[in-house]
C-alpha cells in the first residue's frame, strides 16, 4: 500500500526556516520522482519543487528558488524541503506526491503536471507570521 506522510510543518516568523520531511512506504523511493506542492487559503495549488529520486535532480518554481532544497534519502525512503529565508506568502499546506520521473523536469510546469502525480500525502501546515 503507497503512503506518503508529511511532517516538519508548523509557525514559523519571517525570515526563519522550517525543514519538511516526506516519508514514503510501499514502494521504492529510487524509481519515482517525487513532487512538493502547497496550497494557499483561496489559492490554487502551486507546483514547488521537485526531485528525480534515482539521481537527484531537483526543479524548483521561481518564487523559491535560491530560499528552498529538496534532497532525498533513499536509504531512509524519505525526502525533505529545506526551506529558509521563509516569507509570509509561503503560508500554505505543503503536499508531496509521488509519479514517474517524467513529470519532473526543467522544462515542465510542475503545477500543471500535478495531475499526473498519483499518491498524495495529508499534508503539513506551514504558517509564516511574526
Known amino acids: 500500500q503507497v503512503q506518503l506522510v508529511e511532517s516538519g510543518g508548523g509557525l514559523v516568523q519571517p525570515g526563519g526556516s522550517l525543514r519538511l520531511s516526506c516519508a514514503a512506504s510501499?514502494?521504492?523511493?529510487?524509481?519515482?520522482?517525487i513532487g512538493w506542492f502547497r496550497q494557499a487559503p483561496g489559492k490554487e495549488r502551486e507546483g514547488v519543487s521537485c526531485?528525480?529520486?534515482?539521481?537527484?535532480?531537483?526543479y524548483y518554481t521561481d518564487s523559491v528558488k535560491g530560499r528552498f532544497t529538496v534532497s532525498r534519502d533513499n536509504a531512509k525512503n524519505t525526502v525533505y524541503l529545506q526551506m529558509n529565508v521563509l516569507k509570509p506568502e509561503d503560508t500554505a499546506v505543503y503536499y508531496c506526491?509521488?509519479?514517474?520521473?517524467?513529470?519532473?523536469?526543467?522544462?515542465?510546469?510542475?503545477?500543471?503536471?500535478?495531475?499526473?502525480?498519483?499518491?498524495w500525502g495529508q499534508g503539513t501546515r506551514v504558517t509564516v507570521s511574526s
Open positions: 506526491a509521488v509519479s514517474n520521473p517524467q513529470y519532473c523536469s526543467a522544462s515542465g510546469d510542475l503545477s500543471k503536471a500535478s495531475t499526473s502525480y498519483d499518491y
Open positions: 510501499g514502494f521504492t523511493l529510487g524509481y519515482y520522482a
Open positions: 526531485i528525480i529520486t534515482s539521481h537527484g535532480a531537483a
